[in-house]
C-alpha cells in the first residue's frame, strides 16, 4: 500500500494521457497563472494533490522562489503533510504552516522593531485567568462554565468583536450565551487585562498582532511582503474574520493568492469561521481564475450519491457551494443502515461487522468508528476491547508524548552514529526498535504492550516512508524526520481501528467508516433546536462524515442509550431519503403509531413496512385511487414553492406524500396532519396552501 505522504499514481477515473496524472480540472488550476485562483474543490477530488502541483508548478516555472510561498492551513498534520509532499516534488524551500504557526514566527521576528524588548510569553491555556476574571465578576467557576466562557471569548476574538461590543452582537448573531450577555462581556474584558498585565499573548492575540504589526507599520510591512510574494490558503471555507484580516495584511495590495475549500464542508461556524470568504472570491476578485474540482477519487460510486443525496437536500446553498461530486473508482458495495435497541447493541454489531473486516483483509487502521460527541465513544471503546480488536482514540494522549516512543527515539539517535554505511534504513531501523525498544516479529498478547507495540510499529512505517521519498536516508535522517513531526505533531498512522468525533475526522479517509448514533438529539446535535443555520451546520457534518469513507459505509443508531429503558429515540431526520424502503433499516420504530402498533394497508389490512408504504397507507401491489389532475396541481404548487425557497422539491414535500395527498383527500388540518410526511411544521407552513388546492378540486 503507498503511503499517505508519498507520490501516488494517476487513479482511476484521471486522464490516462497525462505524464503528471492530472484531470483536465485539476491540471486548469496548476497551470493557471500567477494571481487570484480560487479551487472549488468537493471532497476526494485530490485538493492536496492539486495545490502542491500548484506549488511546485510556479516553482518550477521560475514563477516565484520556493522560499517566497507561504502556505497555510488549519492544523500541524495538513501542514506537516504540505510540507512532505512539497519536498517529494522537489519544493522543499516552501513554507507550510498553521495560520498560528506563521503568525508565531512572524511577531518573534518583527517584535524588537514593533513593541521592543522581550517578546511577551505564549499562555498554556485559557483556564486559570478566565477563572481569576469570573471570580471577580461573580460569575460560575466551575470548569463546565470555564470552558464555555472561554470558548465564547476564542469565538469573539475570532469574530473580531472587541468585549464592548459583545453583547449588541451576540444577540444580532443569536449566540447560545453561557449566562448573561453582560456578564460574558465583564468576563472577556477582565481576562484581556489580566492576560495583558502578564504580558502573555494567547494564540488569537498572535494573529491580531501580527496584522496590526503589518497594517501599522511600513517597514515592516516592506520586509514581509519583499520576502513572501505567493500565498495558498487550504480549507479556506473555514476562514474566520481575525484570520481574514492577517491574510489581507500579509497580502497588502498584491493578489498572488490561492484560495482552496468546499463550503459543503464548513463545519466551524460555532467558532467562527465563514464560507462567505471563499464564496465571494471571485467578486472580491474580479480576474479571478475558478476551477470546480468535482471527479470524485476517493470513494466509491454509491458512497458519493450517499453524500449527493444528503447534500442537495440542504436548505439555502449558496450557488458557489453546489458541488456535484461524480464517482471515479469502481462500483463497491451499496451503504448500510442498520437500527439497534440500544447503545451497547450498536457498538457489539459494529464490532462484529469490524471482525469480519479484519478476517477479510482490511487494515484495521484503514476502519474508522465515527460520532456527533466524544461521550459516545465509550461503548465502542468497550465493545472493541471485547472482541480484542485494537484501537485508538484520535483527539487522546499525543503520540510523540508517549512513553515508548520517547524511549524508542532516543535508541535511534543513540544508533545513528553506529550505522554502517549502505544498510538498509528500515531493516536497521527495525533492528535498533527490536534491540534497544522491545519491538517483536510477533505481537504481545494484552492491550497495553499491543498498543506500546503497534506505536513503535508505527516508527518503522516512518522509515519505510522516508526511504520511498529519499533512497539515502539514514538514522540520522529520520530522525530529524521525526523530531519535525514531533514539533508539528504529525503522528504516523497506528495499526488499530480509529474512534473520532466527526469534527477530528475532517481531512481524513479510511477504507470503510461506520458513523454510528445516528438519533436526533445527537444528529443534529440537541441544543441545535429549531435554528436553520445549526441544522444545516450539523447536515454539513453528517456529510463530511459520509465522504471520510473510501469503500465500505455503515450507518447506525439505537432507540436508547442503555438495554431495558425503552425506545425514546428516533433516527436522525437526515437518513429520511437515504434509506432505500427495500433495506431492512426502513421498518423502524419511528414509522409506528403511538403504542407501538404498526399501521396497516387501508386497502388490503395488512401491515406496513418502508417509508413510501407507510405514506400512502398501502401496499406498493395494492390499488390506487389517486386524482391524477389534484396530484399535478400539487406538484406544480410544489415546484413553485421550491424555487421560492432556492431547495429542491422534494424538500418541501416528497412524491409520495403527495401521492397520499391526492388518494386520501383530507378534508382539515387533522386529517392532513395524519398523512406521515406532515408533522406540526409542514401544517403550519404549508397546510392551508394544500387544503386550499383541495377545495379548489
Known amino acids: 500500500m503507498p503511503s499517505r505522504t508519498s507520490p501516488r499514481p494517476a487513479r482511476a477515473g484521471q486522464d490516462p494521457e497525462s505524464a503528471d496524472g492530472l484531470d483536465p480540472e485539476q491540471r486548469a488550476a496548476v497551470t493557471a497563472p500567477r494571481g487570484p485562483v480560487c479551487v472549488l474543490a468537493g471532497a476526494g477530488t485530490g485538493k492536496t494533490r492539486t495545490i502542491t502541483r500548484r506549488i511546485a508548478h510556479l516553482v518550477g516555472q521560475g514563477h516565484v522562489a520556493a522560499g517566497q ?12 503533510e504540505l510540507r512532505t509532499r512539497l519536498r517529494a ?12 504557526a506563521a503568525a508565531l514566527r512572524q511577531l518573534r521576528y518583527f517584535w524588537p522593531q514593533v513593541i521592543g524588548g522581550q517578546p511577551w510569553g505564549l499562555l498554556d491555556g485559557k483556564f486559570r485567568l478566565v477563572g481569576q476574571a469570573a471570580a471577580r465578576a461573580g460569575v460560575g467557576t466551575d470548569s463546565d462554565a470555564l470552558r464555555d466562557l472561554s470558548s465564547e471569548i476564542e469565538w469573539a476574538k475570532s469574530s473580531l468583536v472587541a468585549p464592548v461590543d459583545y453583547p449588541a452582537e451576540a444577540a444580532r448573531r443569536k449566540r447560545d450565551v453561557p449566562g448573561s450577555a453582560e456578564q460574558v462581556a465583564q468576563v472577556y474584558a477582565g481576562y484581556e487585562e489580566l492576560k495583558n498585565a502578564a504580558q502573555l499573548l494567547d494564540f488569537d492575540d498572535l494573529l491580531l498582532h501580527t496584522a496590526v504589526a503589518l497594517e501599522e507599520h511600513a517597514g515592516v510591512a516592506e520586509e514581509f511582503r519583499s520576502r513572501y510574494r505567493c500565498f495558498v490558503v487550504d480549507e479556506y471555507q ?22 482552496v475549500g468546499d463550503a459543503n464542508q464548513t463545519i466551524y461556524t460555532f467558532a467562527g469561521a465563514s464560507p462567505r470568504y471563499l464564496l465571494e472570491f471571485p467578486r472580491r476578485f474580479p480576474g479571478a481564475a475558478v476551477v470546480r474540482l468535482q471527479r470524485d477519487y476517493r470513494s466509491t460510486p454509491q458512497i458519493v450519491s450517499c453524500a449527493n443525496q444528503l447534500i442537495g437536500a440542504a436548505r439555502h446553498r449558496p450557488a458557489g457551494s453546489r458541488l456535484q461530486l461524480v464517482g471515479q473508482l469502481p462500483p463497491g458495495p451499496d451503504p448500510d443502515f442498520s437500527e439497534h435497541d440500544d447503545e451497547p447493541a450498536e457498538a457489539a454489531a459494529v464490532a462484529g461487522r469490524i471482525l469480519t473486516l479484519l478476517r477479510d483483509g482490511t487494515p484495521a487502521s484503514e476502519i474508522a468508528v465515527l460520532f456527533r460527541i466524544n461521550a459516545q465513544s465509550e461503548a465502542f471503546e468497550q465493545a472493541l476491547s471485547d472482541a480484542g480488536v485494537p484501537y485508538q482514540v ?20 543513540a544508533a545513528a552514529p553506529e550505522q554502517r554505511p549502505g544498510t538498509d534504513l528500515v531493516d536497521v531501523t527495525r533492528a535498533v526498535l527490536g534491540a534497544r525498544a522491545g519491538l517483536s516479529d510477533e505481537p504481545p498478547k494484552g492491550a ?13 512505517g516512518v522509515a519505510e516512508e522516508l526511504a520511498a521519498v529519499e533512497p539515502a536516508a539514514d538514522l540520522t535522517r529520520l530522525c530529524a524526520e521525526l523530531d519535525s513531526r514531533a514539533d508539528s505533531a ?32 445527537t444528529l443534529p446535535i440537541g441544543h441545535a433546536g429549531d435554528d436553520e443555520h445549526a441544522i444545516e451546520e450539523e447536515r454539513r457534518l453528517f456529510y463530511v462524515g459520509i465522504t471520510r469513507a473510501r469503500r465500505v459505509l455503515s450507518m447506525s443508531w439505537s432507540l436508547s442509550r442503555a438495554s431495558g429503558r425503552g425506545s425514546k429515540r428516533r433516527r436522525s431526520r437526515f437518513l429520511y431519503g437515504l434509506i432505500p424502503d427495500s433495506h431492512p433499516a426502513s421498518r423502524v420504530a419511528g414509522e409506528r403509531r403511538p403504542g407501538g402498533r404498526r399501521p396497516r394497508c387501508r386497502v388490503c389490512g395488512t401491515p406496513l413496512f418502508g417509508a413510501t408504504a407507510t405514506k400512502l397507507m398501502r401496499c406498493a401491489d395494492c390499488p390506487a385511487d389517486v386524482d391524477l389532475e389534484l396530484l399535478d396541481r400539487l406538484k406544480q404548487w410544489r415546484a413553485a414553492e421550491a424555487k421560492k425557497q432556492d431547495v429542491p422539491a422534494f424538500v418541501v414535500l416528497t412524491d409520495a406524500t403527495l401521492t397520499a395527498i391526492a388518494e386520501q383527500r383530507p378534508a382539515d388540518p387533522a386529517a392532513l396532519v395524519g398523512i406521515p410526511g406532515i408533522g406540526a411544521a409542514k401544517l403550519d407552513r404549508y397546510g392551508d396552501a394544500v387544503l386550499g388546492l383541495l377545495v379548489d378540486s
Open 89 to 100: 516534488l522537489d519544493a522543499p524551500g516552501v513554507q507550510a504552516r498553521t495560520f498560528h
Open 394 to 413: 484520535r483527539g487522546g494522549e499525543r503520540f510523540f508524548a508517549r512513553p515508548e516512543i520517547r524511549r524508542a527515539m532516543v535508541a535511534l539517535r
Open 69 to 80: 510561498v507561504l502556505a497555510v492551513t488549519f492544523t500541524a498534520r495538513a501542514a506537516g
Open 238 to 259: 473555514d476562514v474566520t474574520p481575525l484570520q481574514q484580516r492577517l491574510l489581507d495584511a500579509w497580502l497588502g495590495d498584491r493578489d498572488d493568492l490561492t484560495v
Open 490 to 521: 504529525q503522528a504516523p498512522v497506528v495499526q488499530g481501528v480509529t474512534l473520532a468525533s466527526l469534527h477530528a475526522a475532517k481531512g481524513l479517509e479510511w477504507d470503510a467508516v461506520f458513523l454510528v448514533g445516528l438519533a436526533d438529539g
Open 448 to 460: 497495553t504492550l499491543r498498543a506500546q507495540w503497534e506505536s513503535l510499529l508505527a516508527l518503522v
